[in-house]
């Protein structure tokens, strides 16, 4: 009896140091579609929607954090114009002084890297922003985690990165 009491007892152990564990990657949790302002992505129910000064919408968990940042053709005349490259080069002089670098395309959507230090928090993040162009603006969804973990999330921001899209451009 009491090997099966110690057998349940490990198995629960183990259970919750798995649950544990799934937790701490936000992206473990189940798949949630997000939309606002015409931009649908799919993160996880781990994320939460909410307001950063500067951004058209924001997500955040435990870990990481999205910004999404609309920039309509209104904006400025000839901007509907631009390839989605000309948007990409005017993107990263606009952050030259975050020594931004090319990032690998995903598919065909263009992307940067950079790094970021808040003081305020004592904390160096790594940023990729993926660049898109939809019927009525630019996008630019940057994903952010500590450097230090940024590889361990990289393949799933790449997976949130194509997931998102701009369904009312998509009518006919």
């Given amino acids: 009896m009491k090997k099966i009491a110690s057998l349940f007892l490990c198995a629960f152990l183990l259970l919750t140091a798995a649950g544990c564990a799934s937790h701490s990657n936000p992206f473990s949790a189940e798949e949630k579609l997000f939309s606002s302002d ?3 992505i799919t993160l996880t129910k781990a994320f939460r929607k909410t307001s950063v000064d500067g951004y058209t919408v924001c997500y955040d968990s435990s870990k990481v954090a999205v910004f999404a940042l609309k920039e309509a053709f209104s904006l400025a005349e000839g901007l509907e114009e631009m390839t ?3 948007y990409r ?3 990263l002089q606009a952050n030259e002084s975050k020594n931004p670098q090319r990032g ?3 598919d065909s959507i263009q992307t940067m890297v950079y ?8 904390t160096e993040y790594r940023y990729l922003s993926a660049m898109y162009k939809a019927g009525d603006a630019f996008w630019l969804v940057q994903f952010a985690c500590e450097k230090d973990v ?3 999330y990289q393949p799933h921001f790449v997976e949130a ?6 369904p009312e451009n998509d009518k006919p």
């Fill in 38 to 40: 015409g931009m649908e």
């Fill in 84 to 86: 989605l490259d000309d």
């Fill in 89 to 91: 080069e005017l993107v």
């Fill in 104 to 106: 690998e395309d995903i």
């Fill in 115 to 122: 790094n970021f230090y808040n003081q305020e928090k004592n």
């Fill in 150 to 152: 940024f590889d361990e």
């Fill in 161 to 166: 990165a194509k997931s998102v899209a701009f």
